[in-house]
């Protein structure tokens, strides 16, 4: 169990850039989800995978984003023409299926939007 | 509404008392929960998770629940510096996603 990895760990990037974040989860997990955190706030649930289906996304969520596990293994999120808005801290997350089954993180991208 | 509901402090507890967080959710279908402690600038772990009405107990923490109030609780007894962070709750809704509240910041004061 080498845990959830992500990366970057940080990105800097200009408004109207297109930046694209990588998540690997633990590899017997086959759900996949991803949260936006901003200063104070807990997690904000973006959307999630099971296996390569994505299963919901949030209705919060722009058209902008974007989130793709081609092979139910890793997931990427992409931003398209990012804002200054959309600066924060992604997480991803794994767990197995079932109600009883707790979110492991990874450390996390943090997205800075100049 | 939001979807579960914390106060978001910040709880200041002396060090070896007990720092009582707590949480209410809107969704009854919701299945279990989740309390995760978040220290500044890192990823939340995972502290405790309840399923079933009552009390869980976990070294130090004991977590409460009460589906027919939807109220969920995170006790911390023998408060050390230690325990200073963020306490985020989360509900594993009826849509089969996890939720989490906006935490609850804890202080522990020597």
């Known amino acids: 169990d080498t845990g959830v990895s992500q990366n970057p760990r940080h990105k800097i990037t200009k408004r109207g850039q297109n930046v694209t974040f990588r998540c690997d989860p633990i590899s017997e997990h086959n759900r996949l989800y991803w949260y936006r955190q901003t200063l104070g706030q807990g997690p904000e649930f973006l959307t999630y995978?099971?296996?390569?289906?994505?299963?919901?996304k949030s209705r919060l969520l722009s058209d902008r984003f974007s989130a793709e596990r081609p092979k139910g293994s890793f997931s990427t999120l992409e931003i398209q023409r990012t804002e200054q808005g959309d600066s924060a801290m992604y997480l991803c997350?794994?767990?197995?299926?079932?109600?009883?089954?707790?979110?492991?993180f990874g450390n996390g991208t943090r997205l800075t939007v100049t | 509404q939001k979807e579960v509901e914390q106060n978001s402090g910040p709880l200041s507890v002396p060090e070896g008392a007990i720092a009582s967080l707590n949480c209410t959710y809107s969704d009854r279908g919701s299945q279990s929960f989740f309390w995760y402690r978040q220290y500044s600038g890192k990823s939340p772990e995972l502290i405790m998770s309840?399923?079933?009405?009552g009390d869980k107990e976990d070294g130090r923490f004991t977590a409460q629940l009460n589906k027919a109030s939807q109220y969920v609780s995170l006790l911390i007894r023998d408060s050390q510096p230690s325990d200073s962070a963020t306490y985020l709750c989360?509900?594993?809704?009826?849509?089969?996603?996890?939720?989490f509240g906006s935490g609850t910041r804890l202080s522990i004061r020597p």
């Open positions: 989360a509900a594993y809704s009826s849509a089969s996603k996890i939720i």
């Open positions: 997350a794994s767990s197995l299926p079932g109600f009883d089954s707790p979110l492991h």
């Open positions: 309840i399923y079933s009405n």
């Open positions: 995978f099971q296996n390569e289906a994505q299963l919901e």
